[in-house]
């Protein structure tokens, strides 16, 4: 199985600074044919369930603020909230879907400082 | 808009059985392939099972294989999961997602608890 490592484990950032998460992968999850990495990241909030931020690594979903963004190839990752406002604390998560079973980093709490 | 609803959850007894349900509208559900992640109490995700748009195929982790049957009704818009010989490890939030192209998890629904205790 592919393993997902997240750090840090949590973090705090003041309100309107620069909030960056990572992840890493232990293994590639680019494919070569299509040049796509897998990779997704999720937010979730208290009592709710984790929704979409951004898949094949850098793709912002549909309704998804532009301060989210992702980066990164291979076998390492990051997101970044540009600016952090409230509404984003929540505990983030990276996911692989390049390989069955699909796995999840361990999950960062990003909280205000 | 896509609507994922989760039912079944409750208490089971370790041996025991549990079935979960999932009911979909908003999209045309026997287009995409559906999947089972759970959440233990204060914990991270852990994906459980998938099943093919056509239920031709289904895929399981291996904490739940041979224990855990993953299937559909797409005349009914439906997903399920046949939960068997259930163990306290098994406690946990059980949601359904819906996969768009390429298995990305897109679509999530709210949930349902499901606590195994003596």
């Known amino acids: 199985d592919i393993v997902m490592t997240q750090s840090p484990d949590s973090l705090a950032v003041s309100l309107g600074e620069r909030a960056t998460i990572n992840c890493k992968s232990s293994q590639s999850v680019l494919y070569s044919s299509n040049n796509k990495n897998y990779l997704a990241w999720y937010q979730q909030k208290p009592g709710q369930p984790p929704k979409l931020l951004i898949y094949w690594a850098s793709t912002r979903e549909s309704g998804v603020p532009d301060r989210f963004s992702g980066s990164g190839s291979g076998t390492d990752f990051t997101l970044t909230i540009s600016s952090l406002r409230a509404e984003d604390v929540a505990v983030y998560y990276c996911q692989q879907y390049y390989d069955t079973p699909q796995t999840f980093g361990q999950g960062t709490k990003l909280e205000i400082k | 808009q896509v609507q994922l609803v989760e039912s079944g959850g409750g208490v089971g007894q370790p041996g025991g059985s549990l079935r979960l349900s999932c009911a979909a509208s908003g999209f045309t559900f026997s287009d995409y392939g559906m999947h089972w992640v759970r959440q233990a109490p204060g914990k991270g995700l852990e994906w459980v099972a998938s099943v093919r748009f056509d239920g031709g195929n289904q895929y399981y982790a291996d904490s739940v294989r041979g224990r855990f049957t993953i299937s559909r009704d797409n005349s009914k818009n439906t997903l399920y999961l046949q939960m068997n010989n259930v163990k306290p490890e098994d406690t946990a939030v059980y949601f359904c997602?819906?996969?768009?192209?390429?298995?990305?998890?897109?679509?999530w629904g709210q949930g349902t608890l499901v606590t195994v205790s003596s």
């Open positions: 997602a819906k996969a768009s192209t390429y298995d990305i998890l897109d679509y």
